[in-house]
């Protein structure tokens, strides 16, 4: 499974950066993503990233979030900005497209106005 970190409480227009390790789980050889679930609402996808990097993103995220991979490419990282309150969700990292029984926890990110 998947393994996220970083979540937490923010304020409006703040930042924060999200992490993702997975043990198993080769990272140069997939396309990873972010997701997110808020309440109430489906699974969305956030971003995904090639294995050579290029960064693809939801309609929503306006500039505000860098998907990138860690320099020995054994983690991913959502670096968010300028934060909404209605980014505020549980964010999850799998791979793209996502595999079912790869979902972690996730962590969660609360956006306070």
């Known amino acids: 499974q998947f393994v996220e970190s970083g979540g937490g409480l923010v304020q409006a227009g703040g930042s924060t950066r999200l992490a993702c390790i997975n043990s198993g789980v080769t990272f140069s050889r997939f396309v990873l993503g972010w997701y997110r679930q808020a309440p109430g609402k489906q699974r969305e996808l956030v971003a995904f990233i090639s294995k050579i990097g290029t960064a693809t993103y939801g309609n929503f995220v306006e500039g505000r979030f860098t998907i990138s991979r860690g320099t020995a490419n054994d983690t991913l990282y959502l670096q968010m900005n300028s934060l909404k309150p209605e980014d505020t969700a549980v964010y999850y990292c799998?791979?793209?497209?996502?595999?079912?029984?790869?979902w972690g926890q996730g962590t969660q990110v609360t956006v306070s106005s």
């Open positions: 799998n791979k793209f497209p996502f595999e079912d029984h790869m």
